[in-house]
């Protein structure tokens, strides 16, 4: 049986989603993040070096890392021309550009965002403070927010194309982008100036297997 090792408000809740679109059986290894550090714990080591989730264990002793090639991989093995569009179409091409452009894109500045945003608000002495916030609010303003807005201006113009990111069906390609379009809502400004992407939430928030593995999973603060 696969196993997944889920660490709480993390990317391997969308791997949970894809077991439950394929009807996969699976266990749940539960981590919790550090409060202060909101960091894996150690333990998450003894399954992967980098000691980070999604991994997921197989049932033939493989391990599996990268929600991309977890998503890929998990897609390839078991969907039986489920969740990818057929080898050669052009949807197939817009499906592998959409798994790698998640995390090779569209995550990067809203993770830099994330960083400075914490070193705003964080406790450091008083005369540091006004250093500190103003070379994260230069950071923010000239590169992250202006690279942010510029994605989701281009993934709102893709949706116009196509009800789903791969085309006019739902593919892995949509579980992957899922993460950093929830994370744009939670962080990255995404709004009802965008109405494309907010259907597509409501769209995927609605999927029984997304809520099942919302259920299996435990609460998810990107919602939020």
Do not use: C
């Not at 006019?168 to 494309?196: C, H």
């Amino acid at each position: 049986m696969l196993t997944v090792h889920h660490l709480n408000n993390s990317r391997s809740q969308r791997v949970l989603w894809l077991l439950e679109e394929l009807e996969l059986p699976y266990e749940i290894v539960h981590y919790q993040r550090d409060p202060k550090t909101m960091l894996a714990p150690a333990s998450l080591k003894a399954v992967h070096p980098l000691g980070k989730s999604p991994v997921v264990t197989t049932d033939d002793g493989a391990t599996l890392a990268e929600s991309g090639a977890i998503i890929e991989s998990l897609i390839e093995r078991y969907g039986q021309g489920r969740l990818a569009p057929p080898a050669g179409s052009p949807e197939a091409l817009r499906y592998r550009y959409w798994l790698h452009f998640a995390e090779g894109t569209a995550m990067s500045p809203l993770l830099l965002k994330l960083v400075f945003d914490r070193i705003e608000s964080n406790k450091m002495p008083f005369f540091a403070r006004p250093i500190a916030k103003a070379i994260a609010a230069k950071a923010k303003s000239a590169f992250i927010l202006p690279n942010i807005a510029s994605h989701l201006n281009f993934m709102e113009a893709e949706l116009g194309k196509s009800e789903w990111f791969a085309g006019d069906s739902f593919t892995g390609a949509d579980i992957q982008m899922s993460f950093p379009v929830e994370a744009s809502k939670a962080r990255g400004g995404l709004d009802a100036r965008r109405p494309k992407l907010m259907a597509y939430l409501e769209r995927i928030h609605a999927r029984p297997a997304y809520q099942r593995a919302l259920q299996r999973g435990g609460p998810y603060e990107l919602l939020s």
